[in-house]
């Protein structure tokens, strides 16, 4: 079993960045491909990228690409999403995910965090 506690969500200005936290447990953490979601009330989540095990490979949604960032410090058990330029259509509730396989791009990630909301006004 692996715990996911996402943080670092908040109230951002449009053209403003944010970095999301999401620290891991209960898993060898280097073995575990991460990913990010966000889903709005109401609607389907969404991929937002992933990265696998060890930090080498990323992949991001089209509409993500060039302002988002995914990073992880093994050592710390933690992966990041660097979130710039932000705008209001970014607003969501956004989601840290795990799989012990070594690469996932869709939903089917094992496990999944309680969300932090992420609120970009205009």
């Known amino acids: 079993q692996v715990q996911l506690v996402e943080s670092g969500g908040g109230l951002v200005q449009a053209g403003g960045s944010l970095r999301l936290s999401c620290v891991a447990s209960g898993r060898t953490f280097s073995s575990l491909a991460m990913g990010w979601f966000r889903q709005a009330p109401g609607k389907e989540r969404e991929f937002v990228g992933t990265?696998?095990?060890?930090?080498?490979?990323?992949y991001y949604a089209d509409s993500r690409k060039g302002r988002f960032t995914i990073s992880r410090d093994n050592a710390k058990n933690t992966v990041y999403l660097q979130m710039n330029n932000l705008k209001p259509n970014d607003t969501d509730v956004y989601y840290c995910a795990a799989d012990p396989r070594p690469w996932v791009v869709d939903e089917t990630y094992r496990y999944w965090g309680q969300g932090t909301q992420v609120t970009v006004s205009s």
């Open positions: 990265i696998n095990w060890s930090g080498g490979t990323t």
